[in-house]
């Protein structure tokens, strides 16, 4: 990965929007713990995921797959759909994600949440990736639809 130096430096005329991952759902890991942010606007704590792919599943195109060479890549982020607010309305969506779709064991549900998160590093899951236009309608950009247990 080139440094942030070596960015600033290079001519504009290379410098390109990526492309969106291509529609589909991938086998995932989760990439590290959550990290500890806010959202923008109202400023609500959240724990923030990103998934390091495995491997395209079966309603991935191939094709465009093997060209973008998604093993590898990294999804997700605040803005792609793998925050997870932290407020009395949206713990149960959180609690949901760590233990039905990362299959985290609590079953007395005795485990509290931070336990539990403890946990996520190093779990399987599946991501539906779908694809949403910006605002202004110049771009397309890829967006976590949904993740399940593998």
């Known amino acids: 990965m080139a440094s942030f130096e070596e960015i600033l430096k290079r001519p504009t005329k290379g410098v390109k929007m990526p492309q969106p991952l291509p529609i589909g759902t ?5 990439d590290g713990p959550p990290t500890h ?3 923008s606007l109202k400023k609500t704590p959240c724990r923030v995921y990103r998934f390091k792919i495995i491997a395209p599943q079966g309603d991935v195109n191939a094709k465009a797959a093997a060209e973008y060479q998604v093993i590898g890549k990294t999804i997700g982020g605040q803005y792609s759909g793998a925050a997870f607010y932290i407020t009395d309305e949206a713990a149960w969506r959180y609690v ?8 985290i064991d609590n079953p007395d549900g005795e485990k509290n949440i931070e336990e539990l998160e403890a946990e996520a590093p190093g779990k399987q899951l599946l991501v539906k990736i779908k694809h949403d236009v910006s605002q202004d309608g110049k771009r397309v950009f890829h967006r976590i639809e949904s993740t399940m247990h593998v």
Request: glycine fraction near 6%.
């Open 26 to 30: 991938y086998h995932c890991i989760v």
């Open 37 to 39: 942010e806010e959202s």
């Open 96 to 103: 949901e994600f760590l233990e039905d779709h990362l299959g």
